[in-house]
Structures are given as C-alpha cells and as structure tokens.
C-alpha cells in the first residue's frame, strides 16, 4: 500500500535548507529582527537586513557571519518612515525574485509629544504600517516572480485588546503613545490578513501570514556583541520574567517558521504557545476583531489614499 509522504514535524534545530532562496528582513539590525536574520541564515538562503542605519546593519552581519559560516548576507539601506524611498531600497535589491519578506521593523513611543514622519504621518501608524504597506507594493513583482513566496508581518499582543479608530487613524484628535503604538500594530495585524485575501482572490502564488513574537525582552536575550551586550547584572534580575515572556531570540520564531514551515498558510496568525507570551510557536485562532473583514477593507482604501501614487 502506497502512502503520500507528508513533512517531517517542525523542528526548529533542524531548520529546512533553503539554499536557492532569498529573504529580506527588515530591521534586520537589532533586536527581533536580527535573530531572524540569523536563524534564516543558517538556512543557507540569501538574506538582506533592511536597516536604516549603515554602520549597524554592517555589525550585524559581523555578528551572524561569527556564528554562521558561509552565511550569505547583504544590507540595503530602507527608511520606513520615508516613503518616497522606498522604490530605491527595492530597487537596491538587485533581485530577480524575492521568496519572502519580513516586516519585523517598529519603532514604539513610550511618552508624549506626538510625532510625525517627514511625510506628515503620525511617527508609529506611518512607518509600522504605512512604510510595510508601500513597501509591499514595491516589493510585489519581485516576490509574484518567486514561486510561492510569502509575506510575513510582525505584528503584537498588545494589539489584541486595541480597536482602530477608523476615523483618526493618525492619533490627531486624541494621542496616547501606548494606544498609538498597539493600533499600528493591529493595523499592521489587519493589513496582513487583508493582503492574503486579496491575494487569494486573484490567484495570486504569493501567500501573507500574521505572526507575533509574545513579550521578548532584550535582558532575557543571549549576547551578540557588539549588536547586543548583556550585563550579568541584567541577566540576573531579569530571571523571574522568564516565567512569562522570552528573549528575542525566541520571538523571532514564530516568523522564521512562517518563512520556513511548508505547513504554514496564507491567512494564518501565529504566535508563542504559552499565553501567547513566550513558547515555541503555533497556530492560533485569528482574533474576533482581526477578522472583521470590513474593518480591513476601510483600512486598506484610506492606507492607499493615504499613500497615493507611492509604490507601483
Ligand atoms: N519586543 C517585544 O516584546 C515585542 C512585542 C510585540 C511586538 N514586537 C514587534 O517586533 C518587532 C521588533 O521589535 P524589537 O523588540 O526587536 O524592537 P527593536 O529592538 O527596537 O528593533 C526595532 C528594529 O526596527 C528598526 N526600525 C525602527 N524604525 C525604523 C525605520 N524608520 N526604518 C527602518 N527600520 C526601522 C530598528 O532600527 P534601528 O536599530 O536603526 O533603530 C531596529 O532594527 C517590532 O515590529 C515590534 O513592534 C516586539
């Protein structure tokens, strides 16, 4: 009797190989990011760090060239918070095809003034959701070129309790750093559902997966100097947070997996499995809100007007 061989179970030690491939990660610098980057490295799979800042994106591919052999690495400088740059960044790639693109970077205000992008966009809503969502734009003929690439944005936690307010989506009316920054992480959340099912309806090989890394604190996270140093001190004090949340190197799981799975699905929510804090990752129900179909399409329309004549 003949069986259909199905895939090994996901086994984050041995990671797929993914030698042909070419991801890019933005922010890819620090934090998160740089742990994706370094993880999808050892995949032997190209991958770009999207960073803004030149001298950080060259220590960290120092960094992940010290652990990852061989690792094949480029930066291409991207700015989020401009959009008109984000066609040059593209362009920089000098890629016939992209296999997947992370939008891991975020920039999360803790206190007042409220700011804006030089393109006039509230600082978190213009460069979390609004530069991912140009950037998409720009990077869809390169990843339509892949055959079966993947989307894949980071989203939060802290967007589960927040509602948009469709009707002042740049915080102009009322600002609070905190609810700014959780409703551009939801926007992004509703953004990257919403993609797939554009996708899906016009039969598109591209697929868009939502994942979340749970709480990762930099003082739970494991030395990579000179990209990120911890204290003994830091380390020793941070213990008891490990009950609840992780390191930064296990958030960025649940986007490698979402790179990486074959069992992963466009449309699908992932996030660490205890809690939806800290974990290996698995698949979670789409929140209630997150999948208001409606609320996504609002959001869409007023993210291309606000963005018109941007992208291709
Ligand atoms: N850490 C958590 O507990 C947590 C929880 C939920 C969601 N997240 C999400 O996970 C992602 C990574 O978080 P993290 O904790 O790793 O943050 P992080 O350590 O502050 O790193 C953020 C990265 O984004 C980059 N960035 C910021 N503004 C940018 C811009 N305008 N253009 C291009 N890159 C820009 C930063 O570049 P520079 O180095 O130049 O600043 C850096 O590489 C974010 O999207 C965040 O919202 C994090």
New binding site residues.
Partial sequence: MSSTPSAPPWNRRRLPRADDRVFLV????????YFVAEQLSATGATVVL????PA?AEAATAAIRARVPGARLRAVR????DLSSLGTTVESLEVERLDAVVH?????LDDPPRRETGDGHELMFG??HL?HFVLTRWLMPLLSAAPAARVVT?????AKSERLDLDDLQSRTDYRPQRAYGRS?LAQMYFGVELDRRLRASGSTVASVVV??????DSLTPARPPVHVRTTGARLSAAPAALLVQG?HA?ARPAVRAVLDPAVRGGELWGPRVFGLRGEPRREPVWNHLADASVAARLWEASRDLTDGLGR
Avoid: W
Avoid at 50 to 53: D, V
């Fill in positions: 933005t922010g890819g610098n620090a934090g998160i990011g999207g960073s803004r800042n950080k991207l700015d989020l918070a891991n970077a975020g920039v999360a460069t979390n530069g980071m989203g939060s936690f802290a992480k979340h890394p749970g709480g990762a604190l930064k958030g």
